[in-house]
């Protein structure tokens, strides 16, 4: 006699599925939504990170802008106190020269500011 063997449908191991509850899905979908926040958060972080060092280096670099700039106008007003007579014009002529072409740029880049 020749029988077939008979095939079960489901697999083997049914006992290790969680059944398709709305419990079930919810709690599915709320660990999938915390795994996609945790990646998101990683890159925010990483993203953080970077910023906040570009910012310290701008803030570093303009620091040391502040020092030099400062430590030339001073090293050039102990200069010009060796030309009384026409020492004196050159500090205001050069802030006059300075807000001119801070206008000019300003009308050039931006002339709806």
Request: glycine letters at 10%.
């Given at each position: 006699m020749d029988t077939q063997p008979t095939?079960?449908?489901?697999?083997?191991?049914?006992?290790?599925?969680?059944e398709q509850t709305p419990a079930n899905l919810q709690r599915r979908r709320r660990d999938d939504h915390r795994s996609i926040w945790h990646a998101h958060r990683r890159l925010q972080f990483a993203r953080a990170?970077?910023?906040?060092?570009?910012?310290?280096?701008?803030?570093?670099l303009f620091q040391?802008?502040?020092h030099f700039v400062e430590t030339g106008r001073t090293s050039l007003?102990?200069?010009?106190?060796g030309y009384?007579?026409?020492?004196?014009?050159?500090?205001?002529?050069?802030?006059?020269?300075?807000?001119?072409?801070?206008?000019?740029?300003?009308a050039r880049v931006a002339p709806t500011a």
């Open positions: 095939v079960n449908p489901q697999p083997a191991d049914v006992s290790s599925r969680p990170v970077l910023v906040g060092l570009g910012a310290g280096t701008v803030a570093v040391h802008a502040l007003l102990q200069w010009l106190h009384p007579l026409w020492g004196w014009t050159i500090l205001p002529l050069l802030a006059a020269a300075g807000a001119g072409f801070a206008s000019w740029l300003t």
